[in-house]
């Protein structure tokens, strides 16, 4: 069962322009919703992060829009660069006993120089 | 400050191997993960450690075990190594029950 859905599986997006990638969660339970940045041969990196409570939070050039009744999630990438270009996952986590966090398949993203 | 670090980088096993992973968490952490994240996939969560207790535990059977040392610590085992063992395994480490867990570069094991 796949409790963190994402999509697109890949982008392309051209310099200058906003990426967006979107997830859905199935468990009421989560209530930290993180979204993670990883290059080729590194570990993943937290980019950005929300909870449930708020349903938008910037950091620099990132986005994070959140429904809460609708269950989904999404990451905008403001005035995209080619240094963005790395694997994006959406996850999310409980609390307490229960924090494992559970990552989507990833969105592999490429911005066009 | 040294991030978390792993070693090895890179392993080569056979079917039906033992390997020990390593990991060595943030300074000041002591909460230890695992995930093992397959080619083209998110990590899927392994196991955690804290105070060298197995605290919780994700879907993977009991040929995956791990030990937390005093130290904080901690080793990754896989007994009788499946080809479908083959992934990049993450270590990551907090402190205490919250706060952000912070990701080693993970060892690449390859079972051939």
């Known amino acids: 069962q796949q409790q963190v859905k994402q999509s697109p599986q890949s982008l392309i997006v051209q310099k200058g322009g906003i990426p967006i990638i979107n997830c859905a969660y199935e468990n009421t339970a989560f209530d930290y919703f993180p979204w993670y940045q990883q290059f080729p041969g590194k570990g993943p990196a937290l980019l950005i992060a929300i909870r449930p409570d708020v349903s938008e939070k910037k950091e620099g050039r990132f986005t994070i829009s959140f429904n809460k009744s609708a269950k989904q999630f999404s990451l905008h990438i403001m005035d995209s660069q080619p240094g963005d270009s790395a694997t994006y996952f959406c996850?999310?986590?409980?609390?307490?006993?229960?924090?494992?966090?559970?990552f989507g398949k990833g969105t592999r993203l490429h911005i066009l120089p | 400050d040294a991030g978390v670090t792993q070693s090895p980088t890179h392993l080569i096993k056979t079917r039906g191997q033992q390997v020990t992973l390593r990991c060595s968490p943030k300074s000041g952490h002591d909460t230890v993960s695992w995930y093992q994240q397959a080619l083209g996939q998110g990590p899927q969560f392994i196991f955690q450690?804290?105070?060298?207790?197995?605290?919780q535990r994700g879907n993977f059977p009991d040929r995956f075990s791990g030990h937390q040392f005093p130290n904080y610590s901690s080793e990754l085992n896989v007994n009788a190594l499946l080809l479908g063992d083959s992934a990049l395994y993450l270590c990551?480490?907090?402190?205490?029950?919250?706060?952000?867990?912070?990701f080693g570069p993970g060892t690449r094991l390859t079972v051939t």
């Open positions: 990551a480490s907090r402190i205490g029950w919250q706060g952000e867990q912070y």
């Open positions: 996850a999310a986590s409980g609390r307490g006993r229960d924090d494992k966090i559970i």
């Open positions: 450690y804290y105070e060298e207790e197995e605290r």
